[in-house]
C-alpha cells in the first residue's frame, strides 16, 4: 500500500507543464525571427485579456480545494516498510515516516507561485505595463495573488491547513523577489512596496481574528515580513521543498527503487 505514493506523485503534479506553458503568456511577447523585409511580424505583446485568463487559471491551481487530497486516499497510504528507500520521485516529507499531505500543498504551490514571480516575469511586467498601460503591470498581479490567497476567506480544518500553507509559500515568494539582485530596481521596490502593504494589513487582522491557528499564522507571516525588511541583506528566506524531478519521467538507475 505505501508504493501508492509512486503512482500518486504523476498524478498530482501532472499540471506542471501546462502550468510553465501557460505562465508564459503573463508578460508574455509574441515574436519571430524575422528577417528584413520578409513582412513577418517581429514582435506584439500577447493581449492583456489572455495574460488575466491565463493568471485567473495559475491562481486556480493553488486553491485549497484543488490541492487537498481526499481522506480516503491519505488513510491508506501508510509509511513505507523496512527495504523501501524514499526516493527522488517521491514528495520530500516534513512529518518523518508519514505521508506529509501538506508538504505535497506546499511544493505544488511553490510550482505555481515562484513562476508567476520570476524576476524574469516581473521586469517584463514593469516594462510593458510602462510602453503599454493597457498591459497587466506587476503591481495588479501580485495585489491579485494576494487577494485570491492571504486575504480571501478564512477556511476550516484541513482546508485551512492548505490555505496557511500557500499563504507562507506566497509570502516566501514576494519576499525572494524583493531580494533578489538579479531583479531590476523597480521590481524589488514593487515587491517591497507590497510587502509592506501586507505586513500593515496582517498586523491588523491579529486584532480580529479569534482563531489561534490563524492568529498564529498572520503573527508569524508579519514578523518574517517586518524582519526582511528592517534587514534585507542579512534575511534567509525559507525555501519549499523541492518537487520531484520533472521531464524525463521515471530514472534508469534502479537505486531510487529500493526493494523493488
Not at 515516516?97 to 505535497?104: R, V
Amino acid at each position: 500500500m505505501a508504493t501508492l505514493e509512486e503512482v500518486l506523485v504523476p498524478m498530482y503534479f501532472f499540471h506542471r507543464y501546462q502550468l510553465e506553458a501557460t505562465a508564459k503568456l503573463i508578460g508574455g511577447l509574441n515574436y519571430r525571427y524575422a528577417i528584413r523585409g520578409d513582412g513577418q511580424l517581429v514582435t506584439e505583446f500577447v493581449p492583456a485579456a489572455e495574460q488575466l485568463k491565463a493568471l485567473d487559471m495559475l491562481i486556480k491551481t493553488v486553491e485549497p480545494t484543488v490541492l487537498m487530497l481526499p481522506e480516503n486516499i491519505l488513510r491508506i497510504i501508510p509509511p513505507r516498510p523496512m527495504g523501501y528507500v524514499r526516493h527522488r520521485e517521491l514528495i520530500e516529507s516534513r512529518t518523518d515516516l508519514t505521508f506529509d499531505a501538506l508538504s505535497a500543498a506546499e511544493t505544488a504551490a511553490a510550482m505555481t507561485l515562484n513562476v508567476i514571480l520570476h524576476p524574469s516575469r516581473a521586469g517584463r511586467l514593469v516594462e510593458y505595463h510602462a510602453r503599454d498601460s493597457k498591459q497587466p503591470g506587476l503591481e495588479s498581479v501580485i495585489d491579485k495573488l494576494v487577494s485570491a490567497t492571504i486575504k480571501s476567506p478564512q477556511k476550516n480544518g484541513y482546508e485551512s491547513a492548505v490555505q496557511i500553507t500557500v499563504n507562507d509559500v506566497l509570502i516566501n515568494a514576494l519576499i525572494r523577489l524583493a531580494a533578489n539582485k538579479t531583479s531590476s530596481t523597480q521590481v524589488r521596490s514593487v515587491a517591497f512596496l507590497k510587502l509592506t502593504q501586507l505586513e500593515a494589513w496582517l498586523k491588523d487582522r491579529q486584532k480580529v481574528v479569534a482563531d489561534e491557528d490563524w492568529k498564529a499564522h498572520y503573527m508569524y507571516a508579519q514578523e518574517r515580513i517586518r524582519t526582511f525588511m528592517d534587514a534585507p541583506q542579512d534575511f534567509k528566506v525559507e525555501q519549499e521543498l523541492n518537487p520531484p524531478p520533472g521531464q524525463p519521467i521515471g530514472t534508469d538507475n534502479d537505486e531510487f527503487c529500493g526493494g523493488f
